[in-house]
């Protein structure tokens, strides 16, 4: 009975030992298999983090030339903005300079010719009429009865303007002797208007009336 029981032991510790193996063996496995995979798989990772840089530098570059482009454009436009002012700028002043040299000497000629050719209307006038105006005076002079009692002569030189139709206006003293003899004077152009030699331009007559005894 013994000896049964002893061997009985014995083949179960020969099948334990035998089933502790093959669990050893299964265990070292699959250690083996987590160490193959493991590897693989940090590989693969780093890989990837490997990918990344390159793909955020490409993205970058992208960027970068994106926004080159964009400033390029900028500085197209704003270049062509100005050169659109420069030229604009120079078109009014071309223009400005241009009315200035056209214009200038017409507004500098106008007065003159115009004081020239009224001068010369007034010097043939003056040619032409001068001994009629001054018969015309002689014989429609007004000479106060005072002031030739108080014997009272002298020069009173009038201004005035005749127009087209002969009539006189703006009757002027411009020098005189006497208080008397320039209200005389006055009066005596004043009677002679529409009876003037009519001008073909309305005209600034000046004409000395000279008061005497004789």
């Not at 780093?46 to 970058?60: F, L, R, S």
């Not at 105006?133 to 009692?149: F, G, S, V």
């Not at 006055?186 to 000279?210: G, Y």
Request: net charge positive; glycine share 0%; charged share 35%.
């Amino acid at each position: 009975m013994f000896l049964i029981l002893f061997f009985a032991w014995k083949s179960y510790s020969e099948v334990k030992e035998e089933e502790q193996k093959k669990i050893c063996l299964k265990l070292c496995s699959v250690e083996l298999s987590k160490n193959t995979i493991e590897p693989k798989e940090a590989q693969k990772a780093e890989a990837v983090i490997q990918k990344k840089p390159t793909e955020i530098k490409k993205v970058e570059e992208v960027k970068e030339v994106k926004e080159e482009k964009k400033t390029e454009k900028k500085i197209e436009v704003i270049t062509e903005a100005n050169q659109m002012k420069a030229s604009v700028a120079k078109i009014i002043k071309d223009e400005i300079i241009a009315d200035v040299v056209s214009e200038k000497p017409i507004e500098i000629q106008k007065p003159i010719v115009e004081q020239k050719i009224a001068q010369n209307i007034q010097n043939e006038y003056d040619e032409i009429n001068k001994q009629k105006i001054a018969e015309l005076i002689k014989e429609n002079l007004y000479y106060p009865i005072n002031a030739r009692k108080r014997n009272i002569t002298g020069l009173v030189k009038v201004s005035f303007t005749l127009g087209v139709d002969a009539k006189v206006c703006n009757i002027k003293i411009v020098e005189s002797d006497s208080d008397i003899l320039s209200r005389a004077a006055t009066k005596t152009i004043e009677d002679l208007s529409t009876k003037f030699p009519k001008p073909p331009k309305e005209l600034t007559l000046s004409i000395p009336i000279n008061y005497n005894l004789n």
